[in-house]
């Protein structure tokens, strides 16, 4: 993936911090649409102008593993330039480890809260990518508490 062909449609980008401390974040360009519908089968731009609500619902109901997938395609130019590789990555982001984690594992209790931050990023960079869309002004309805406009 070649971000820097996409300069002009590059967003503000979102972020999360991984189990391991790691700040990610999460930028949308036009290749990385494309790519993540190629890669994953996720299309985000249907995402973006479903009907109000009904975009940021299947985000947020989508499985811990496709939101790792679709985290993947969006991070790894910056995961490689760490010198991590998706096995790793995906490690980091581990919705599942507070059901695993032995009692002594330093990570225990914060898989939910890094998954849950992850598809926050995700969400935010969508609705940046989109700002006219659907998908923003749910999200944008959620950042005023729920509150309509």
Known sequence: MNDSTNEATTRPAAGFT?????????TLTADAVAHVLSCVGTDLAALAHAP???????????PPDRVREVLWVVCATEARGRGLHIVEFFAALDGFADVVAPDDDPHAGQGREVIVGAVSALAQAVA???PASPFAESVAVLARGGAAA
């Open 128 to 130: 940046s990518f989109w």
């Open 52 to 62: 109000p609500g009904a975009g940021l619902a299947r985000l947020v109901m989508m």
């Open 18 to 26: 991984d189990l391991e401390g790691r700040h990610w974040s999460v």
